[in-house]
């Protein structure tokens, strides 16, 4: 990893909870999460992780897959199931699809693979704390019985909340708010994501089709075969 160079900034953007048992790699991310204006907590056990959340309600979560009693995939589980969507990024040193895609298949919002540089990691938290930005807003958006408020960063179905990970949330808005418009991946994960690594498009994917989930069978998503995805005004 990279070395820092400069002293910490004071934090303003909020707290983030780094859970890695590997410390000279916490202390690097703390460091670099420091300087960019951020509050940030270390723990080394997937426990202490659940407990600090619950009681210091960071503003996302930096998760290590391979901890030493509960594993990261297990301490996303756990929080995804008492409806707790604090914004998760997955570290791991396996260098293995079936981690990722379970990851994000339990509500995690973004991974990256060690070793991996720190400011590559402030890169990626920043983009997954942009909320609504790059999003265009057009008020409430409405297709079929999904309904999407990008400024209160609500969804429902039916008049029915719907409980979506803030890149689920930020993957339908994109695309409702240009309804019938079909958007590659390369450009979702530009737009979205704001990354250009286009191999990573199988992401995509998957987001895809937990909003399909989420959203049932009346969901206004659409694949354009060897094109693209794109969401109908009016469902189906």
């Known amino acids: 990893m990279e070395q820092p160079t ?8 909020g707290l983030v909870l780094i859970v890695e048992d590997e410390r000279a ?3 690097v991310q703390r460091i670099y999460l420091s300087r960019a204006g951020f509050g940030v907590h270390v723990e080394t056990t997937g426990q202490g992780g659940l407990d600090r959340i619950r009681g210091l309600r960071p503003v996302a979560v930096v998760l290590d897959v391979g901890l030493p009693d509960i594993d990261g995939i297990e301490v996303c589980r756990r929080l995804r199931a008492r409806n707790d969507w604090t914004p998760i990024i997955f570290v791991t040193a396996r260098d293995d699809e079936v981690d990722m895609l379970l990851g994000l298949e339990l509500g995690a919002d973004d991974y990256m693979t060690k070793p991996f540089s ?3 990691l402030v890169t990626r938290l920043k983009t997954v704390l942009r909320r609504s930005d790059g999003i265009p807003r057009r008020g409430v958006l409405r297709a079929g019985p999904v309904t999407l ?3 209160a960063r ?7 909340p719907v409980e979506l990970t803030a890149r689920e949330f930020d993957v339908l ?7 019938g418009r079909v958007f590659s991946r390369e450009q979702l994960l530009s737009a979205v994501w704001g990354q250009a690594d286009y191999s990573a498009g199988r992401t995509v994917d998957v987001h895809i089709a937990q909003l ?3 959203l049932g069978p009346g969901n206004p998503l659409r694949t354009r075969r060897g094109v693209g995805y794109s969401a109908d005004a009016e469902g189906s």
């Open 25 to 27: 790699i916490a202390d």
């Open 212 to 214: 399909r989930s989420k």
């Open 118 to 120: 720190p400011r590559e």
């Open 173 to 179: 808005a994109y695309l409702m708010a240009s309804p």
């Open 154 to 160: 609500t969804a429902a179905v039916d008049g029915s």
């Open 6 to 13: 400069a002293a910490s900034a004071p934090p303003s953007r």
């Open 149 to 151: 408020d990008p400024e």
